[in-house]
């Protein structure tokens, strides 16, 4: 992965992120990895626990942000989500999986936000 694409990618998880507490939600964790998954934000309000993958585009020419989350990465975050529960029992959650799509122009201003809740269903 090219430094500009982490870039923007870490970009886009900080305004995904702020989007999110604008709503009342609390980020707990950025960036959680275990081997053969990955989380990019985890956040929570209430009894919930929201588990969230974010897709920063300047354009559509790869089809939308929300288009290029697979079954593959959905897969891939549910499995990094059980690994991060495992160390909860005891505590109960409402579990949720969010996409955050984020859009910039070419100058990284952010044109719009969106989000998407319970991408699982």
């Known amino acids: 992965m090219t ?8 970009y886009g998880e900080d305004i995904a992120a702020r989007a999110l507490e604008k709503r009342g939600y609390r980020l707990l964790v950025k960036n959680y990895c275990i081997r053969g998954g990955e989380i990019d934000l985890i956040m929570t309000k209430g009894k919930e626990l929201i588990f969230v993958e974010v897709k920063a585009r300047r354009n559509d020419c ?25 160390g909860k029992e005891g505590q109960d959650y409402d579990v949720r999986f969010f996409a955050v799509a984020v859009y910039l122009d070419e100058n990284d201003n952010v044109e719009k936000t969106e989000i998407c809740e319970d991408i699982l269903i």
Do not use: Y
Request: charged share 25%.
């Open 3 to 10: 430094m500009k694409r982490k870039t923007t990618g870490f």
């Open 62 to 86: 790869f089809g939308t942000p929300l288009e290029s989350i697979t079954p593959q990465k959905k897969n891939r975050m549910v499995r990094a989500a059980k690994v991060f529960l495992c």
